[in-house]
């Protein structure tokens, strides 16, 4: 299993964060030319999300703040540049052996997109020898 882009943890500064995202997309909602674009990226309904997300309560840290009951190799990829992710990550790897951490340089939160070439290599690797050793 590979995961990215996840805090572990509801940040001290939630509805801070929270309440500058929504401004943000709703920014980008009414951006004509934002909306075109993302229109053809993912196609209609995309926006559903955003809407969801309004709600500071939307994010499921009821679901990330726990991994310890995936048996199965984990590989948690985060952007050197969003510490919750970063932290969130490290802090993933010491509670499980099966659990390996990569934290990217130069890159956020969309990690796989910042940094596409080294993200697809630590996956490779990941999906080459992450796999449990038999003994």
Same mark, same amino acid.
């Given at each position: ?6 805090? =572990? *943890? =509801?940040?001290?500064?939630?509805? =801070? ?16 030319? /934002? ?8 196609? $209609?309904?995309?926006?559903?999300? @955003?809407?969801? $997300? ?5 994010? +499921? ?8 009951? %995936? /048996?199965?190799?984990?590989?948690? %990829? /985060? ?7 970063? %932290?969130?990550? @490290? ?11 990569? %934290? ?6 969309? @990690?796989? /997109?910042? *940094?596409?070439?080294?993200?697809? =290599? @630590? ?8 796999? +449990? *050793?038999?003994?």
């Amino acid at each position: 299993m590979t995961i990215s882009g996840v805090t =572990k *943890q =509801k940040p001290e500064n939630w509805l =801070k964060m929270h309440r500058a995202d929504v401004a943000a997309q709703v920014g980008l909602l009414n951006h004509e030319e /934002a909306v075109s674009y993302f229109n053809s990226l993912h196609g $209609a309904g995309w926006d559903r999300f @955003i809407t969801m $997300a309004r709600n500071e309560q939307w994010y +499921p840290f009821h679901e990330t703040s726990d991994l310890t009951s %995936i /048996a199965a190799p984990v590989l948690v %990829i /985060a952007g050197e540049g969003n510490s919750n992710e970063s %932290i969130s990550a @490290i802090d993933y790897g010491k509670e499980q052996e099966n659990v390996h951490v990569a %934290i990217l340089p130069f890159g956020s939160h969309l @990690i796989h /997109a910042e *940094q596409p070439e080294l993200y697809s =290599k @630590i996956l490779e690797l990941f999906l080459k020898n992450g796999q +449990p *050793q038999q003994t």
